[in-house]
């Protein structure tokens, strides 16, 4: 292990791949890659949207509840269990705002707004309900999205989004949802190589 200016042990890169050696897998093995085309806007649009689903399960493989609560660097308290808590009340988001879904938020309260950052803690117990709950928030909205004939769908539920709300269409929301998991799916690349010098794709 090399060290950085603040002292601090810094993990050596660390690869899996064979013929890119700075990847986590060789192409063959990629789980994000299939041999099916999208050949319009929906299938465009879930495709992203699963492709980055799967990147977030990539950076948090392989860890135990230490590595996957440790924190970025202060004063941020991201980590990647608080990235699938936060990102698992995104999905909720979807639904309450496009179904109307009485679906209130999991992690987050008017007291603790970073709930979701806030009680990512070392417990297996809270790893384990996180990515189930992450799990289930994906099936529900796969299963809303697939019930919705038409992109340009309107919000039934009441849009937070800009300071007084607006009108949405499915569309808008799923791409909403894809920026913000490729947002963090970048935070997710430090916050592993980080964590032991694993590398992303």
Known sequence: MTTSDAS???????????IYLDMWV????DPR?????AVDERGVLLDYLRHYRLTLEMKCAGLDA?????R??????MSLLGLVRH??????????????????????TDEDRDGDWNGAT???DVVAEAFRQWRAEVELTDRF???????????????????????LQLRDMLVAQIVEYARHCGHADLLRERIDGRVGQ
Do not use: F, I
């Open 122 to 124: 070392a417990d297996p």
């Open 72 to 77: 970025s660097v202060p004063p941020s308290t």
């Open 87 to 108: 990102l698992a009340e995104g999905e909720r988001h979807l639904r309450r705002v496009m179904a109307g879904e009485d679906a209130p938020k999991l992690y987050c």
């Open 145 to 167: 999205v697939a019930g919705v004939a038409d992109l340009g769908t309107w919000n039934a539920g009441v849009s937070d989004l800009g300071p007084d709300g607006a009108n």
């Open 8 to 18: 601090e042990p810094v993990p050596a890169r660390w690869t899996k791949s064979t």
């Open 26 to 29: 060789d192409p063959d093995d």
């Open 66 to 70: 230490e590595q996957l609560s440790r």
């Open 33 to 37: 890659e299939t041999a099916a085309a």
